[in-house]
């Protein structure tokens, strides 16, 4: 009798087990104005607005709001662009230009190359920032997606890195526009 019971207590410890194993992070679906995305749990949209003097725009700034989470933030502009390479270009000089003035190094980790996310070739490049003991690791992505350019600015604390990298890349595969 013993055994049959240490076998249905171990046959509940393994199925309690499994079960818990199989929960997939949540995630949160945002859409407005015939565009969406999904976001992990507790990354927020702070800002969706149009640029100023730019027609057909948007610029949307994402947060992960986590507590006790360290600095990461995403960055979507919607733009009418030709040029993926200029964008890009056009995007690692003005965050230069931003780093710089706020006395932050700043430096490219590799040269752009194209990549398939999802169902989109995206141009993509790494870069990472430095102020004294504290580096973030970012990534810049552009891709034309029903005719307009998107580009993505996502930069994350080195040592979130791991849990926190692959949020803009989930963002561009699920990424809908109507």
Known sequence: MKR????????IILVSACNSSD??????????????????????????????????????????????????????????SVSLVNTLQNLIQQSRASYSKRKVEFGMLNEPKVEKIGNHEVLKANFETRVITNRNRGSFAVLHYKGKTFCFVSSINIKDKKANFSVADSVIKSLSVK
């Not at 049959?4 to 046959?11: G, K, N, Q």
């Open 4 to 11: 049959f019971s240490y076998f249905v207590w171990a046959f």
């Open 23 to 80: 929960k997939k992070p949540q995630s949160i679906i945002y859409s407005k104005d015939g565009m969406s995305f999904s976001l992990p749990k507790y990354w927020k949209v702070k800002k969706d607005r149009p640029i100023d003097g730019v027609a057909n725009s948007r610029f949307i700034s994402v947060s992960n709001e986590e507590p006790f989470a360290k600095d990461a933030y995403l960055i979507i502009t919607r733009i009418d």
